[in-house]
């Protein structure tokens, strides 16, 4: 199967992404699959278009945050800094655009960790942007 065509990746402050010439759920699916290949498990789904229904009563567009967690990853950081875990998981985002297309995004783990000030977590949170940016990438 040929890959749909994509815009390149690209960057934002805290985050890394690109859109996908896929409805929706074929980009979540997606977006799992390349997350499983990359050492991720997802430990939440937080269907927020459905959620913000249920208590708002507003209507969004399909929206979904997934918790993904390289647990390896995730202890040696947790090793050095106990309460980092008020900072995981590493937050990746899909939703459906207007034209129908989809966009995935992850998190920037280092911007996200320099809040820290422990340059300590430097190298793991390299490693999850390698790894989340290959996610995106093969997208």
């Known amino acids: 199967m040929r890959p749909s065509p994509a815009t390149p990746g690209r960057s934002t402050r805290y985050g890394y992404g690109r859109s996908l010439d896929l409805p929706f759920a074929?980009?979540?699916?997606?977006?799992?699959?390349a997350l499983q290949a990359e050492g991720f498990g997802v430990l939440f789904?937080?269907?927020l278009r459905a959620?913000?229904?249920e208590k708002l009563g507003v209507d969004l567009?399909?929206?979904?945050?997934?918790?993904?967690?390289n647990p390896p990853i995730a202890h040696r950081a947790l090793l050095?800094?106990?309460?980092?875990?008020?900072?995981?998981p590493c937050n990746v985002i899909v939703y459906e655009?207007?034209?129908?297309r989809s966009t995935v995004k992850a998190i920037d783990a280092l911007q996200m960790l320099?809040?820290?000030?422990?340059?300590?977590?430097e190298p793991g949170a390299l490693e999850v942007n390698e790894r989340l940016r290959k996610v995106i990438d093969a997208l």
């Open 26 to 33: 074929g980009a979540l699916e997606r977006t799992r699959s």
């Open 51 to 53: 959620k913000l229904q």
């Open 61 to 69: 567009r399909p929206y979904v945050i997934l918790g993904a967690c």
């Open 114 to 121: 320099s809040v820290t000030g422990n340059r300590n977590l």
């Open 45 to 47: 789904e937080l269907d």
């Open 97 to 100: 655009e207007e034209d129908g």
């Open 80 to 88: 050095e800094e106990r309460d980092l875990g008020l900072l995981l």
